[in-house]
């Protein structure tokens, strides 16, 4: 595989949200996990773990737990001047889940950060400097984790859809599945055999989104 072709299969990949019924094989799902691994963590650390959950009663718990928070959420909403904004957006949070074949919650915990300490030992301040603490480094590379696991995906022909919606559910979500701090869930992703695949979405140009700054050649900035 070269650059050209890597890139094909980054444009390809879509948020697929309706699947088929066909289940998962276990070694694909295995697959799936060991990509996420791959991520880069600082000083390897490795701040991550996975819920990987095909049980079917424990998946519909899991659909549920989204699915009444979502309710509880319209009910309130109803009552303002925004219900109709609100729509049937909630069914989002939840309805991927219901016809995935596995879903796969992704969890990460914050280690302490040590060049603040090291700071604070020499008797600084380490709120006077940017360490790993401020850019939430242990969440950053756990997303990283899911993006690679979302890549796997698409290279095993299976569809999946990065969920942050299920996160109203949390409380619920980690008691199911027994998560406890420091861990902290990172939405879910719906896995599964894509049902339909979605037309792909529009992507802002380069231009709108880099700034160039290059040898030989005045800076180029981002559009606005």
Known sequence: MNGDSFLDLLSQRRSVRAFT???VPHAVLERLVQAAITAPSPT???PWRFAVVTKAELRQRITEAVRDRAEEMKAIIRKG???EDFGQYGDFFHEPL???AAIIVPQYRVYPDLI??????GGGDPTKFHTAASMQAELCSTSAA????LLQSQAEGL???WMSGPMIGRDEIQRLLDIRDPWKMVGAIAVGYPDQLPTKQPRKPLAQVVSWF?????????QK
Do not use: K, Y
Request: hydrophobic share 40%; with cysteine; proline share 6%.
């Open 44 to 46: 390897n650390r490795q």
């Open 116 to 121: 603040a300490n090291l700071v604070a030992s």
């Open 146 to 149: 899911c993006m690679a696991l």
């Open 81 to 83: 001047h925004h219900a």
């Open 159 to 161: 569809g999946a859809c």
């Open 21 to 23: 019924a066909q289940p």
């Open 98 to 100: 219901s016809t995935a």
């Open 214 to 222: 290059e040898d030989d050649a005045e800076p180029r900035e981002a």
